[in-house]
């Protein structure tokens, strides 16, 4: 079955946003209809892994296997993956309550609304899409609605158009700190200095690298430059990770999150720089993410 589609189309955007899948963005163009985001047609949809982008949360990525203890209490989550693990929260592919107001798509989750969601504390979870001219504005937010504090992370999951007329654009990223991790891409310590041939703080192409790599330390700026065209995304200083990960079918996601990969088991490990944020009841996590166009995008 064929998704439902909404669509918010601004001075230099048209936006399509699938309710029914967590909210996730189906395709985001520029006005001329050059792909932004990798181009998905709605019939392919069989989950958010298949859209343009999605959301994070209640927390971001990996959960080594989907176990970890928090105040003394143990957490045993389902496993979503066939490595063992549990992955990217559970709201991806849950229907959402969208709403929507000329410039802005407004969708909301309640967890209560879900017996099955693969999570021990109930919260209310909130993305906003807003077209500011040659800016998407991405606002999450999350909130504890449990009576006990809940451990917490949040980002999106989006998937870059890389190599627009053939051109592999050259990537800047404000890092300055990268984790090892094992052959399941979990962190197996804290993050530290990264190496020339990961580092990219100043511009260069990828090329033929193979990346899945957790950044911290970042200044929540980035940017893909195609020399002709360029994007540039900046995030709120609470999305203090960014995944690099070359995609197989050829994109390029660029993840701003708040919790470092398997930042559950960091934090009962006292390993610093976690990102985890643990939310009292009632307390709300919120961030922003602008996604702009510059040059020529006809």
């Known amino acids: 079955m064929t998704p439902r589609v909404e669509t918010l189309t601004g001075t230099h955007f048209t936006l399509e946003v699938l309710p029914d899948v967590g909210a996730s ?13 990798r181009p998905v047609r709605p019939e392919d ?23 970890f203890t928090f105040a003394g209490r143990d957490v ?39 017996a099955d969601l693969n999570w021990p504390w109930t919260f209310t979870a909130g993305v906003t899409y807003e077209l500011r001219g040659a800016t998407l504005t991405t606002h999450l937010t999350l909130t504890n609605a449990d009576a006990q504090p809940m451990p917490a992370g949040f980002g999106i999951h989006p998937y870059f158009a890389r190599r627009a007329d053939g051109v592999d654009p050259a990537l800047t990223l404000g890092a ?26 100043s511009a260069r192409v990828i090329g033929n690298a193979t990346l899945d790599r957790v950044y911290t330390t970042w200044d929540g700026e980035a940017r893909l430059d195609w020399g002709v065209r360029a ?20 994109s390029l996601a660029l993840e ?7 930042g559950f088991n960091l934090m009962a490990r006292g390993v610093a720089g976690h990102g985890v944020v643990t939310l009292a009841p009632g307390e709300t996590l919120s961030g922003r993410i602008d996604l702009t166009l510059h040059g020529d995008w006809s």
Do not use: I
């Not at 949809?45 to 989907?66: C, E, H, I, K, Y």
């Open 176 to 201: 300055a700190c990268v984790y090892d991790t094992d052959d399941r891409a979990l962190p197996l310590g804290a993050a530290r200095p990264v190496t020339p041939e990961l580092d990219y703080r």
């Open 45 to 67: 949809v069989q989950s958010s892994s298949n859209a343009a982008s999605f959301t994070l949360m209640p927390f971001s990525n990996r959960v080594r296997d989907a176990h």
């Open 76 to 114: 045993q989550l389902r496993v979503t993956t066939k490595d063992g693990l549990t992955q990217h929260g559970d709201v991806r592919n849950r229907p959402w309550t969208v709403t929507r107001t000329p410039d802005a798509l407004h969708a909301a989750l309640n967890s209560r609304d879900h």
């Open 25 to 37: 963005v189906l395709n985001l163009r520029a006005a001329s209809g050059r792909p932004v985001l």
């Open 231 to 250: 994007l540039h995304l900046r995030a709120d200083p609470v999305f203090g990770h960014v995944v690099v990960f070359t995609a197989p079918d050829g």
């Open 256 to 262: 701003p999150v708040s919790n470092a990969t398997d």
